[in-house]
């Protein structure tokens, strides 16, 4: 499975940002797709995850404000990043279990398999 993420860029505070992630390979809509994102100095940590039946769950720092969607047509995972804060700045990378999670929404790193190369999102103050 090879996952290609795109729509990162520089942003004003308040702002908002959508992020797409495209799957390719052998992909199953029954596995779980998430987001995670990495500041410099920091480690990767969750953001958003969708599971198979679409089932979300979101990092409280995001609640509210960020919501995770999937397009299991297109084999597709979105982050719309809205109220954009200067502290979201960060390398967004989507991820893909290869286990099935219809139901259970996996938020730790260890469980995703698959993951895109990153894509820049700034939030200028």
Known sequence: VQLQASGGGLVQ????LRLS???SGRTSSSNAMGWFRQAPGTERVFVAAISGVGGT???DSVKGRFTISRDNAKNAVYLQMNSLKPEDTAV???AATSASYRWVIPSLRERYNY???GTQVTVSS
């Open 57 to 59: 769950y979101y990092a």
């Open 92 to 94: 967004y990378y989507c």
């Open 13 to 16: 505070a308040g702002g908002s």
């Open 21 to 23: 992630c495209a799957a």
């Open 115 to 117: 993951w895109g190369q």
